[in-house]
């Protein structure tokens, strides 16, 4: 199968920043004077190598401005020490949250980078402890070292996953306290090639943990998505010749028409109340 390789730049929407914020998110720059519904969330909310993201097609289908705050490899830690894009979010309407992988905090065992999440910083004196065989320095990316703690030793593992999941719940009580729960949860859920050492996105997010945070929140809405390879749906994506590996990983232009409808009737009803 070939496909044809499309230069990023034709991608509509390309990269923005709102007012003080340090954190690139999917264009165009929407007013914010208007009412609106803000999107939160990573790469699968930003679309990327997608032209129409599915927050682009919400807009015309609900009649109101969608802004789309979604970052690429941005995590819960992105938005939560990022005051300018939680005051866009709590002056919406209704904000959706994307619930994103419990790898890519910050936590009692380790730190991530400040705005791109998926990247490892440092061990905390906690984590040298229960693993005091590793040299922490191999380390770049919080899958790879997950992986690798994992295969060291499964029990000590758990309790690192263990603390990963109180972390992310605190994190997501947190972010929904602070929009005054008027928030949609959008469980987006997709399986990952072997290769990824995790079977499914978001990684280490289980039914127990939307749970905690379901009264919380105006609902939580779950998508069984495919990647771009999965749904043989990367002829319609738009990347540059070195990127075929990352966009099969992605998720397509059919499965974001497929998440917008399922979120446009979720919605619609939310915003008459």
Same mark, same amino acid.
Request: hydrophobic share 45%; proline share 6%; glycine share 6%.
């Given at each position: 199968?070939?496909?044809?390789?499309?230069?990023?730049?034709?991608?509509?929407?390309?990269?923005?920043?709102?007012?003080?914020?340090?954190?690139?998110?999917?264009?165009?720059?929407?007013?914010?004077?208007?009412?609106?519904?803000?999107?939160?969330?990573?790469?699968?909310?930003?679309?990327?190598?997608?032209?129409?993201?599915?927050?682009?097609?919400?807009?015309?289908?609900?009649?109101?401005?969608?802004?789309?705050?979604?970052?690429?490899?941005?995590?819960?830690?992105?938005?939560?020490?990022?005051?300018?894009?939680?005051? %866009?979010?709590?002056?919406?309407?209704?904000?959706?949250?994307?619930?994103?992988? /419990? =790898?890519? @905090? #910050?936590?009692?065992?380790?730190?991530?980078?400040?705005?791109?999440?998926?990247?490892?910083?440092?061990?905390?004196?906690?984590?040298?402890?229960?693993?005091?065989?590793?040299?922490?320095?191999?380390?770049?990316?919080?899958?790879?070292?997950?992986?690798?703690?994992?295969?060291?030793?499964?029990?000590?593992?758990?309790?690192?996953?263990?603390?990963?999941?109180?972390?992310?719940?605190?994190?997501?009580?947190?972010?929904?306290?602070?929009?005054?729960?008027?928030?949609?949860?959008?469980?987006?859920?997709?399986?990952?090639?072997?290769?990824?050492?995790?079977?499914?996105?978001?990684?280490?997010?289980?039914?127990?943990?939307?749970?905690?945070?379901?009264?919380? %929140?105006?609902?939580?809405?779950?998508?069984?998505?495919?990647?771009?390879?999965? /749904? =043989?749906? @990367? #002829?319609?994506?738009?990347?540059?010749?070195?990127?075929?590996?990352?966009?099969?990983?992605?998720?397509?232009?059919?499965?974001?028409?497929?998440?917008?409808?399922?979120?446009?009737?979720?919605?619609?009803?939310?915003?008459?109340?």
């Amino acid at each position: 199968m070939s496909y044809e390789l499309k230069s990023p730049g034709g991608l509509a929407g390309e990269p923005v920043r709102y007012g003080q914020s340090r954190l690139l998110v999917r264009g165009p720059q929407r007013s914010l004077k208007d009412p609106y519904v803000a999107f939160l969330g990573g790469t699968e909310v930003y679309g990327r190598f997608v032209e129409f993201p599915f927050v682009a097609s919400l807009q015309a289908r609900l009649g109101m401005d969608c802004v789309n705050l979604g970052s690429v490899n941005a995590g819960l830690d992105s938005f939560a020490q990022d005051d300018t894009l939680i005051g %866009v979010a709590r002056n919406a309407r209704l904000t959706v949250v994307q619930m994103l992988g /419990a =790898q890519n @905090i #910050s936590n009692p065992y380790y730190r991530v980078h400040p705005r791109r999440n998926d990247r490892f910083l440092a061990a905390q004196p906690a984590l040298k402890t229960l693993y005091p065989e590793i040299d922490f320095t191999e380390f770049h990316f919080n899958k790879h070292l997950l992986c690798s703690l994992r295969d060291i030793s499964v029990q000590r593992f758990e309790q690192v996953r263990e603390q990963l999941q109180r972390s992310w719940v605190d994190r997501m009580t947190r972010l929904v306290e602070e929009l005054d729960g008027r928030v949609l949860l959008l469980w987006l859920r997709y399986a990952l090639d072997a290769e990824a050492g995790f079977p499914e996105e978001p990684v280490l997010v289980d039914r127990a943990m939307a749970e905690v945070l379901r009264p919380k %929140v105006q609902g939580i809405l779950e998508i069984k998505a495919a990647s771009a390879a999965a /749904a =043989q749906d @990367i #002829s319609g994506m738009i990347f540059g010749p070195m990127e075929l590996p990352a966009a099969r990983h992605m998720i397509g232009p059919k499965e974001h028409m497929k998440i917008a409808e399922a979120l446009a009737c979720d919605l619609e009803p939310l915003l008459r109340i």
